[in-house]
């Protein structure tokens, strides 16, 4: 009878992650979408007085379409994160749940400050942005590590390999932090941020790993 009870808890976990999962790609999907509204405005048909034409608009407004890039990465990485966290699980619980949801909200709030201030006029903007990310990033692992420790992983995977989705889960929220304080330095140092810290992090993990392996090597 116990046994029966734990298949129907399990199955329903099975049928519990699927749903979160399509829920969302779903709820990233809008994000993408309200991204778009904010593409240079082409209905006033003023872009046709333009040398170039809309190719003019684009350049023109070049400084806020390259953030709103940088915002569709940002969320795209967000995006990628929570299935890479959400892969390695068999099912989820209610506590799992929530922390996920929980991550997405963050993920929406970065979206909020990210299209309200588009120029980066205050430096509330990118600090909060970044912030935002770090808690999202962060709020993902706490609810991988959850899920870990509850058996919700799947039955396939060694602890070597849980160990490594946590280690390639890290480097987002850390870039994400360690970028919060470019915000005060200044909106073109916020912005090279997102791409000289991870190239930096994912450059040091790569010597601590070769070390791993020469002491592994030297000790066999």
């Not at 470019?182 to 997102?194: Q, R, S």
């Amino acid at each position: 009878m116990e046994s029966t009870v734990d298949e129907a808890t399990a199955a329903t976990g099975r049928r519990q992650l699927r749903r979160l999962e399509t829920f969302l790609d779903v709820a990233y999907a809008v994000l993408f979408v309200d991204f778009i509204m904010y593409l240079p405005q082409t209905e006033d048909m003023a872009w046709t007085e333009l040398p170039f034409g809309l190719v003019s608009l684009l350049i023109d407004n070049s400084l806020d379409l390259m953030r709103l890039v940088i915002a569709v990465g940002l969320t795209l990485i967000s995006w990628n994160l929570t299935h890479k966290l959400l892969g390695p699980l068999g099912r989820t619980d209610a506590k799992h749940t929530l922390l996920t949801l929980l991550q997405l909200i963050f993920v929406c709030l970065f979206l909020f400050f990210a299209v309200a201030d588009p120029a980066l006029e205050s430096v509330s903007s990118p600090a909060a942005q970044s912030l935002c990310l770090a808690l999202s990033g962060f709020i993902g692992i706490a609810a991988w590590s959850y899920a870990r420790n509850k058996g919700l992983t799947r039955a396939d995977l060694s602890e070597q390999e849980k160990n490594e989705i946590l280690r390639s889960a890290i480097i987002e929220p850390v870039t994400a932090l360690l970028n919060t304080g470019f915000a005060f330095v200044g909106p073109g140092a916020w912005t090279a941020g997102w791409f000289v810290i991870p190239a930096i992090l994912l450059g040091a993990r790569r010597r601590v790993d070769r070390r791993r392996q020469r002491a592994t090597v030297a000790g066999s």
